[in-house]
């Protein structure tokens, strides 16, 4: 089993690099922003610079979980490969793995811009020892951007996936203070913006590499929103699988 998910890794990696599009999105737009908005503004403070460099790394990150995983799982579906590969004896989970490590790698990738951004044109502060937490945080973290990725792949075709899946990124990437510090975010959005995922995951980013205080409500919906997620995957690929396979 473990050589047939590292043969679907290694071919999934491939087709990445040979389309690199979604990861020159995913690791540029954020160190875009670190050099067009927090080097001018806050990049000689070393605590706002370096909470603004966790904010954006989880942003590419976010990015690369949300769009990459709901238009490749889509577009998987609308393959013929793909229903062949449920046939097969070892069934759909190797693909599905290498799927999944692929983008956590993705996800990895992507936020090198950012940090290079924060280490050479900011104050931005950071130990190895919390720089390892950060990463921990960011994969973990992650988990519930991945799930609603799967969620939205399983539902719909890769068109109206990209397109629900841009409606869903950018507001909640607002709303969670990954753009603009929640202090500063306008007082109704204050009000919602513990109760979405990505506030909570902002404030484990911030918590791990700037030894900033986590907002309780925020981890709380941060945990409900991935049970929620992972239960309306597993879900819509039960139902995928009873239309096509019934």
């Known amino acids: 089993m473990s050589s ?12 990445q690099i040979r389309v690199p599009i979604g990861l020159l999105a995913s690791s540029l737009f954020p160190a875009i ?9 806050a990049g000689q403070n070393p ?3 370096t909470m603004a460099t966790g904010s954006l790394m989880f942003f590419g990150a976010m990015f690369s979980a949300v769009m990459g995983l709901s238009i490749s799982v889509s577009q998987d579906r609308e393959q013929p490969w793909h229903p062949y590969l449920r046939t097969l004896p070892a ?7 290498g799927r ?10 992507s936020v090198v811009p950012v940090l290079l951004v924060g280490a050479l044109f900011t104050e931005a502060t950071i130990t190895p020892g919390k720089l390892s937490a950060g990463l921990g945080v960011l994969v973990a973290g992650i988990i ?6 799967l969620l939205v792949g399983n539902l719909l075709s890769s068109k109206a996936a990209m397109a629900v899946a841009q409606i869903l990124f950018f507001p909640m990437a607002i709303v969670g203070g990954l ?10 959005i204050q009000v919602i913006s513990p109760y979405v995922p990505t506030r909570g995951a902002g404030e484990l980013m911030w918590w791990a590499i700037a ?9 709380v919906m941060l945990a409900a929103w991935t049970v929620v997620l992972g239960a309306a995957a597993a879900w819509a690929y039960r139902r995928d699988e009873g239309r096509r396979f019934a």
């Open 4 to 15: 047939l998910i590292a043969a679907h890794t290694r071919y999934l990696m491939i087709e």
């Open 33 to 41: 922003a670190m050099v067009a908005f927090v080097v001018p503004s």
């Open 47 to 49: 605590k706002i610079a």
């Open 91 to 97: 069934g759909p989970f190797p693909h599905f793995a």
């Open 100 to 109: 999944i490590l692929t983008a956590l790698a993705v996800v990895l990738v």
């Open 144 to 149: 519930p951007f991945m799930l609603m990725g």
């Open 179 to 188: 753009l603009m510090p929640p202090q500063f975010l306008p007082e109704f």
């Open 211 to 219: 030894d900033n205080r986590p907002d309780t409500v925020a981890l």
